[in-house]
């Protein structure tokens, strides 16, 4: 099982560029989440579907806008990047209240200039 | 203040130390407890849950205070595999399903 794929692994970015991350779970998980990492500031929630359909706001959504395609795929798009949003991105998914744990892909690695 | 907090270290041990890592958390709806682990430039991944009776995973123990609010994870005989940072996860459901990162904790295990 490949678990979570995320795509690219590493982009630069110059400001005011857009790009779409993506990310494809193999779980059959109905949870799906976009975490961003800066050093000193852990893992913060950019946004969340709880199920196929649905989408939610995290603790960070400023700035980008995400779609779950279908069950499997759940992609997160900056419409106009900037030097903020260097950082590196974590997709996970998850089976929330049956199974807690949550399974992260490897991340992509952003610089935006 | 951060709802999970952790002391970001480095904690710097010999192999073969004992050494133990507290997460303390704010809100009393917290539920659910997790420890992961994330070595470096890699994803987290769950090392253990944390049980209200405690648990142990070979040399790894994780502990649970609900009075005090923290969790704890004890490593024994420590590795230089085990040289990584150590993230506590906490699951709330006041009202939403919420699952809340700490920081983490860096442990570097020395020769």
């Known amino acids: 099982n490949a678990g979570v794929t995320q795509t690219p692994k590493f982009q630069v970015l110059k400001t005011g560029q857009s790009m779409t991350l993506q990310c494809a779970q193999d779980m059959n998980h109905n949870s799906m989440y976009w975490y961003r990492q800066d050093p000193g500031m852990g893992l913060r929630l950019i946004y969340y579907s709880a199920s196929e359909g649905t989408t939610d706001k995290g603790e960070v959504p400023n700035g980008y806008n995400v779609s779950r395609l279908n069950k499997r795929e759940f992609s997160l798009r900056l419409e106009s990047a900037a030097p903020s949003q260097t950082s590196v991105y974590f997709c996970?998914?998850?089976?929330?209240?049956?199974?807690?744990?949550?399974?992260f892909g490897p991340g992509t690695r952003l610089t935006v200039l | 203040r951060k709802e999970v907090e952790q002391d970001p270290g480095p904690f710097n041990v010999p192999e073969g130390a004992t050494v133990a890592f507290n997460c303390t958390y704010s809100n009393s709806a917290s539920q659910s407890f997790f420890w992961y682990r994330q070595d470096c430039r890699k994803e987290p991944k769950l090392l253990m849950s944390?049980?209200?009776s405690g648990n142990e995973d070979g040399r790894f123990t994780a502990q649970l205070n609900r009075a005090s609010q923290y969790i704890s994870l004890l490593i024994r005989d420590s590795k230089l595999s085990d040289s990584a940072t150590y993230l506590c996860?906490?699951?709330?459901?006041?009202?939403?399903?919420?699952?809340?990162f700490g920081t983490g904790t860096r442990l570097k295990v020395l020769a």
């Open positions: 996860a906490v699951i709330r459901t006041s009202g939403t399903y919420k699952y809340i």
């Open positions: 944390v049980y209200s």
């Open positions: 996970a998914s998850g089976d929330p209240p049956v199974a807690d744990t949550q399974y």
